[in-house]
DNA sequence: CAGCATTTGTACGTATGTATT
DNA sequence: CAATACATACGTACAAATGCT
């Protein structure tokens, strides 16, 4: 792998263990440079990773603080899967896929995307339980064209482990929205749902490296169990 | 200003134009550096900023792929205050300031952030006004260590051109939770709420360059006008 | 399929500017 | 003022992916 990826990974779980406690600076570019043996870029490029990854702040003349991160401890945003995200937080969960078909795609998508009413879709529905309770509703499309189908062991443990590694996808980015939406009668009958009138959408727009589009979900969340946590900076010259 | 960032701005500017349309390639690396007359390095630290600002995706060995933003207009996530949101769109709003005053922390926040009971803060309540409706209530609370106080008019108009000009204070990063909650009596009281019996909360720790905390805020929203987009980047390698 | 040119990715080295202490 | 540390910029070399011949 490459060197300052390697060097990142080993700050950060050094930070982990406190061995660079929050507060405290990490050493300065140019001893790290000496202790790695490496460049200076190649350290900037993995105090940079640190930097986006809400594990140091960088000032000028004085260094690199090392932030809190006991209290980010969170999908730092970005595009993470419900299995990843699980990983990190060693919750029980359970998925239940509902369905799994290919079929013509619905046709709001179609007017939505641009795409031919006859274009085909592996259609998945999946619920989500977490303790015991049905949390989330998924609902994806993933184009036929791309994604020849998806084996239902598959969708239950980790659809982007089985399409980046069986499939060979390299998946590059999303567009996701959040809004709040009346509940459908599929959430009403398949979600715990209590007396809740509304629930949290999710909807996301994943490309592949090749700017192909490729999978359209929407991920439907119980109101008072949805939380949504990031880490932002603030980009003061980039408008 | 930095040679990468005219840079950036000028090729962002090209693509919006569409000089460089949609589903174009970008002049490669080392023809950019040529015209620009700048080292390749420079050229990819701009090309960075398009990239994590969702303008271009880049393929080794292919080139810098334009993005289609046209249906990514929004603020790419991160930190942004209401008045620069709004600039980015030319919707008619309006701030009500209905609370400005220093007074003792409230205990929750005190708990939350290990701070002395007695710290004080400025505590400001805004409603935010689109199209004569209140959608939006913001509870800010401003650290008084570090914010003596704030002009009335400055809260009306913009609080962080405020904060970074008059007060040269450098807003570094923040953590946002979104997280959905019952109304309260002061939400009912100055929202238009209808018949609704919740609210999107979005509640933020910002910090400043030498990370020291400085504000919290609660943004309440009201559900059916509530909008969150996000252009996320996959990290493969990251965790 | 092999080979080549093109293009981006990584890495190193050096010099100079700017902010902090 | 001096030393330290990060920021910017240029230049070079080689690796890896892509696309075309």
């Known amino acids: 792998m490459n060197k300052f990826y390697e060097i990142f ?75 990843e995200l699980q990983e990190g937080q060693q919750i029980d969960s359970q998925t239940i896929v509902i369905k799994n078909k290919t079929e013509k795609i619905p046709r709001y998508l179609a007017e939505q995307f641009h795409l031919p009413e006859d274009t085909d879709v592996v259609s998945l529905v999946r619920l989500r339980k977490i303790s015991g309770e049905v949390i989330i509703l998924d609902k994806d499309y993933l184009l036929h064209d791309i994604v020849d189908s998806v084996p239902t062991e598959a969708a239950e443990v980790s659809l982007y482990g089985y399409l980046e590694k069986e499939c060979k996808l390299t998946i590059a980015y999303a567009k996701k929205e959040f809004v709040v939406e009346p509940i459908t009668q599929e959430d009403q009958k398949y979600m715990n749902l209590k007396n809740d009138t509304h629930v949290v959408v999710v909807k996301s727009e994943v490309y592949l490296e090749d700017t192909r589009l490729f999978q359209y979900t929407e991920s439907r969340h119980r109101l008072d169990r949805f939380k949504f946590v990031e880490f932002a900076r603030r980009k003061h010259t980039l408008l």
């Open 9 to 83: 990974r080993d700050l950060k779980q050094k930070i982990d263990q406190k061995e660079y406690p929050a507060g405290s600076l990490l050493p300065s570019e140019l001893n790290l440079a000496q202790m790695y043996n490496v460049s200076r870029e190649t350290i900037r490029k993995a105090l940079n990773l640190l930097l986006e990854s809400g594990y140091i702040q960088k000032q000028q003349g004085k260094g690199s603080i090392v932030l809190d991160i006991q209290r980010l401890q969170f999908p730092v945003s970005g595009l993470t899967s419900f299995k």
